[in-house]
């Protein structure tokens, strides 16, 4: 198990939180927590046999957030010096006090057990930035110039972006944890074109909360996965074009995360339900007053939230306001039943988690001011559930549906649109080659509540994304979601090319 | 803005000087960036979080000539300290050292200096709402009385950035960039407006005369037609426009088209350079000095991709026409893909203005001049579809509006669209005149300097209703 990294530990992190801690409470703050954050990125990007990008940036600061005044103030800084932690702590309180005269609901949090001095590190063997750069560079050119093998591809890329992110938490109630996590967003692509037209084809593999293992062991089979998509793509290249119409959908879980991600795990950020998302990522049909009569599905439909899982993007230890992880229900046999909390919606609906926040506080970097972002939204498979083929051979006349593309929905989580990267046709059980331009759009409730079966613990799978925006400032969030296979009655299937006029 | 920046002991231009007394690299490039930022948001007729930020960014490129090139190395961190960014070029000097050769190395710039080099970061402050903050309380109260509800977001930030290099670069760049906006609603929720803008210094927003504006759209409200998915008369105004030519701008960079992936692309290799795309009305541009959207005149890489070249930094970045009176004329580029496509070097400029020629009055005046179609407030969640046509999908969003013989007479329910906006400019019927503008969807973070018209457009496909409100 990995240690956090000696070179954030040698920081000045605990002197600073201390100055600034002392500092905010004597100007007679009621609430004040201190962050310090040190954020490695490096994004490797290889086209066609050339390293092109390698892109190596690290982020370290700090900020100290108050509550005075019955309002927040928050200020950050990057000078690690005992003066700049002051400073910064009085810039804290004094922009409490400008927003003061702004606020005309005090601000209150939810209480929270104290933990002094803990840590956690999340679950990986080896540490990207311990692997030197021409060694990932090296897989990443081999990547692509496989892909290039294949006649149909013109061009291939390869990329992974790579992250080491260190937390140091404290606040004037007595908690501090120091919190270290790793995380890899690898793909490859390959381009090509037909007689009027052009297309690509990516890696499926999700991004994970995992070291480089990921890429080089046993857990994933890369070779199998860069084998097929050359076949893969010239198939697409030549497939014929989708009928638009109404299909039955057998959705895998690489492209069903991010329906999930985005008509679940928005939809049941209460921040969002409670308007405090609505000049920039929007509202929410499940609003409050909804809870525990909405149906936002079938009977099949379990979906939990939690920020524990094994490998989870969203997983930590503790949250960035020192609440400790947790996991609950979101929907339970298609109700709506819960929601994603930090600690001011914590003690504002003391009914949901016993009073408590359920650990949703997120900053991206140290800058930013925490707010609710998402845990790992999952849907939960069968016991004793189909397999894929299974659920294919339910089907007389549909789409099987791989690999996330496009993606849109509404600022109230209604109306969405997703592409894919290949969509099988199903005929009577049976898969019969990929259609090109196909799209399907739904309405949330209207989708979910046609899902007619979840596949079993053998088809779920934890998928994610690196790019998830919320918030003003806008702040990017890292998530996962699992899901099984599952199969979707009657859904509408638009054709792209026609939508484009042509 | 004032003149004096957040305490640090060594200036950005001494650390510039240290990191390339200190490369061991054959040349070097060193990029501090010093931006300060303050903000505040607001929900529910309540502010809700805030902030004021500091950053100081340190980026240095290291070169190293070698068999069969030059290589190179990379490295960005938050250094305020001479022995942090020594850190950082040892890292840089021995990523370069054991790379392969750049597949876009060239000469690096060659001497320039701005004259205002050793000036001080500019910086902000939250006392660039001293004026603006106290009206939006007022703004809060008149809205709550009137039973109205007000959402919204103010952002100021400075980033004064340096370029220093081995082969004698010394260039500095101020950038202000900020942005009000806000979303009313009435308080059943059923009815949603949106006023917006980018701004430089905060002295030419006004909070209240905002919340007017939201309240007599609001009003426009007052009379709900529900309509069906289908192709109308679409008046999209120069936010709305904004959004979609960004995403145009961004796809048009010279080596996906070049190498047969974009919409630019004239298969099996080479671009639509010189091909006529859009009505000849058309000129799409950017120009760093255009007033108002003023931006920096040089190219800034801190790593090579696709669309930048470390090589370039320093360059100069000129008045740049993409569309020229409809045709094609120039796409994003380094002078490595310049050399691929054997075209200009014309790098990619921090702003986009779309003129039409003859397109003259108001947003009001297309308005006034249209029997029977919709106006829109702005779009949102725009991804592409399709990239061959580069078929974009989004939603309306805060107002879609019936106007029946030039008059607003009622608001309809959203839509989502499917859209391209290089077939928009071939078909748009009748556009006004270009005035700066905001883009809600890509204002806030990616790109906020844009002026447009509105574009009148027959046929525009909305593909089905969004319920969303």
């Not at chain 1, 003061?100 to 609901?105: G, K, R």
């Not at chain 2, 750049?102 to 001497?111: I, P, S, T």
């Not at chain 2, 999209?236 to 959004?243: E, F, G, I, K, R």
Request: with cysteine.
């Amino acid at each position: 198990m990995p240690e956090i990294d000696p070179s954030f530990t040698a920081l000045p992190h605990r002197r600073l939180g201390t100055v600034a801690l002392a500092r905010a409470q004597e100007l007679g703050a009621g609430h004040a927590d201190f962050r310090f954050e040190r954020i490695r990125n490096q994004h490797l990007a290889v086209r066609d046999g050339v390293l092109q990008t390698a892109l190596d940036a690290d982020d370290v600061g700090f900020a100290v957030r108050v509550i005075h005044r019955g309002a927040w103030g928050f200020a950050s800084g990057v000078v690690l010096t005992d003066e700049e932690a002051m400073r910064v702590a009085e810039t804290a309180v004094a922009v409490a006090e400008v927003a003061a005269e702004m606020t005309s609901t005090p601000v209150e949090i939810a209480p929270e057990p104290v933990y002094a001095d803990v840590s956690w590190v999340s679950s990986y063997d080896v540490n990207p930035f311990d692997v030197p750069i021409p060694e990932k560079a090296a897989l990443l050119i081999d990547w692509t110039e496989r892909l290039r093998q294949g006649a149909a591809v013109d061009h291939a890329t390869a990329a992974v972006g790579q992250v080491l992110e260190n937390k140091y938490y404290a606040d004037l109630a007595g908690t501090e944890t120091t919190q270290q996590r790793v995380r890899l967003d690898p793909e490859a692509l390959a381009m090509g074109a037909g007689a009027d037209t052009f297309d690509s084809m990516r890696t499926v593999a999700p991004p994970v909360g995992r070291g480089w293992e990921y890429m080089t062991g046993g857990i994933k089979d890369w070779d199998a996965e860069l084998d097929e998509i050359p076949e893969l793509l010239a198939e697409k290249l030549k497939a014929p074009t989708i009928e638009p119409g109404r299909y039955d959908l057998v959705i895998h879980p690489s492209n069903l995360w991010l329906t999930i991600h985005e008509s679940i795990g928005h939809a049941t950020e209460l921040d969002r339900a409670l308007g405090y998302e609505a000049n920039y990522a929007g509202t929410s049909f499940a609003t409050y007053d909804k809870l525990g009569t909405l149906q936002y599905g079938s009977n099949v439909m379990h979906v939990t939230g939690d920020r524990t899982v094994e490998h989870g993007l969203a997983t930590i230890g503790y949250d960035d306001e020192g609440v400790r992880a947790q996991s609950w229900d979101i929907v339970r046999d298609g109700l709506l039943v819960g929601y994603q909390l930090d600690r001011p919606m914590g003690h504002m609906k003391p009914e949901l988690n016993g009073g408590r926040s359920n650990g949703c506080a997120y900053a991206d970097s140290p800058g930013h001011i925490p707010i609710q972002r998402m845990a790992n939204v999952s849907l939960q498979p069968a016991q004793d559930g189909p397999s894929t083929e299974e659920l294919i051979g339910r089907v007389e006349h549909g789409l099987y549906v791989v690999g996330d593309k496009s993606w849109s929905i509404d600022m109230q989580r209604f109306n969405f649109q997703f592409t894919g990267q290949r969509f099988y046709r199903i005929t009577h059980g049976e898969l019969t080659g990929q259609v090109r331009d196909a799209a399907y759009q739904a309405t949330t409730t209207d989708f979910w509540g046609a899902m007619e079966a979840v596949g079993g613990p053998q088809t779920w799978e934890l998928g994610g994304a690196f790019n998830c925006g919320k918030a003003q400032p806008g702040q990017v969030a890292s998530v996962s979601h699992g899901c099984p296979t599952s199969l979707f009655r009657d859904i509408r299937i638009l054709n792209t090319t026609q939508e484009s006029g042509r | 803005m004032t003149q004096h920046s957040p305490g640090h002991g060594v200036s950005p231009q001494s650390l510039v000087e240290h990191a390339l007394a200190a490369s061991m690299g054959d040349d070097c490039v060193v990029i501090v960036t010093e931006s300060t930022s303050a903000n505040l948001r607001w929900a529910n007729n309540t502010l809700t979080t805030n902030g004021v930020m500091h950053g100081l960014h340190v980026s240095i490129v290291s070169f190293v000539k070698q068999a069969g090139g030059v290589s190179v190395g990379s490295v960005t961190g938050s250094a305020t300290t001479q022995a942090e960014v020594n850190e950082l070029v040892h890292a840089a000097d021995a990523a370069a050292r054991s790379a392969a050769p750049a597949e876009d190395a060239n000469d690096l710039v060659g001497e320039r200096t701005t004259p205002d080099w050793a000036d001080e970061s500019v910086a902000t402050g939250i006392e660039v709402y001293d004026d603006v903050a106290p009206a939006l309380g007022e703004a809060f109260g008149r809205a709550g009385a009137a039973g109205r509800v007000l959402y919204g977001f103010v952002d100021h930030q400075v980033t004064t950035t340096y370029v220093g290099s081995t082969t004698g670069l010394r260039l500095r760049h101020v950038q202000p960039t900020g942005h009000f906006a806000c979303t009313g609603k009435t308080a059943d929720l059923t009815n949603s407006a949106w006023v917006g803008r980018a701004t430089r210094d905060f002295t030419d927003v006004d909070p209240l005369a905002a919340d007017e504006e939201l309240a007599r759209r609001l009003e426009w409200g007052r009379r709900r037609v529900d309509l069906e998915a289908g192709r109308y008369d679409t008046i999209l105004p120069p936010t709305a426009v904004a959004d979609v030519m960004i995403y145009a701008y961004w796809k048009a960079d010279a080596r996906s088209a070049w190498e047969g992936q974009s919409v630019y692309s004239r298969r099996p290799t080479g671009t639509r350079i010189g091909e006529d795309i859009a009505r000849p009305e058309v000129t799409l541009s950017s120009d760093p000095a255009y007033d108002g959207l003023q931006c920096a005149p040089f190219v800034v890489a801190s790593a090579s991709s696709n669309v930048t070249s470390v090589f370039d930094n320093g360059l100069e970045v000129a008045p740049t026409d993409w569309v020229r009176r409809g045709r094609l004329s120039a796409l994003r580029q380094t002078r490595h893909t310049a050399e691929m496509t054997k075209q200009p070097v014309t790098p990619v400029v921090d702003n986009l203005v779309l003129d039409v020629a003859g397109g003259t009055g108001s947003l009001q005046d297309l308005v006034a001049h249209t029997e029977r179609g919709l106006l829109l407030t702005c779009l949102w969640y725009i991804r592409e579809v399709d990239p061959q046509t580069l078929l974009l999908t989004g939603l309306t969003r805060d107002g879609v509006y019936l106007v029946e013989g030039g008059e607003i007479t009622a608001a309809v329910n959203n839509f989502r669209w499917n859209e391209s906006p290089v077939d928009l400019l071939r078909r748009f019927s009748h556009a006004s005149g270009t005035v700066p503008t905001f883009s809600r969807e890509w204002g806030d973070d990616f790109f906020s300097r844009t002026a447009m018209p509105a574009l009148r457009i027959p046929d525009f496909n909305m593909s089905s209703v969004s319920p969303a409100q």
